[in-house]
């Protein structure tokens, strides 16, 4: 099993910044996906932004030129800087992981990122 703690959500004004931390304990697989999702409410879970240990990243058109996922294999813990926020990226930013070979996800508990003046 993997246990995922994410850190850094907050309330910001629209064009801030601020930098999700989550970091993964327990059966660490050393070829992974690790990632970033969020839910609004009403709405449903969507990608937001996803790093393999090879890093390669992938990004939702939404977040793209804004938003920088980047990793640090050897303490487990990816992150995702956040720049330009807008009142649309409020939501519950959840860290996710994965192994390469499966699709089955662990998630961790979310946390809260409210872009609001």
């Known amino acids: 099993q993997v246990q995922l703690v994410e850190t850094g959500g907050g309330l910001v004004q629209p064009g801030g910044s601020l930098r999700l931390s989550c970091v993964a304990s327990g059966s660490i697989f050393r070829n992974n996906v690790m990632g970033w999702y969020r839910q609004a409410p009403g709405k449903q879970r969507e990608l937001v932004a996803t790093?393999?240990?090879?890093?390669?990243?992938d990004y939702a058109d939404s977040v793209k030129g804004r938003f920088t996922i980047s990793r640090d294999n050897g303490k487990n813990t990816v992150y995702l800087q956040m720049n330009s926020l807008k009142p649309e990226d409020t939501a519950v930013y959840y860290c996710?992981?994965?192994?390469?070979?499966?699709?089955?996800?662990?998630w961790g508990q979310g946390t809260q990122v409210t872009v609001s003046s």
């Open positions: 996710s992981y994965r192994t390469t070979w499966s699709l089955a996800t662990s």
């Open positions: 790093i393999d240990t090879g890093g390669s990243t």
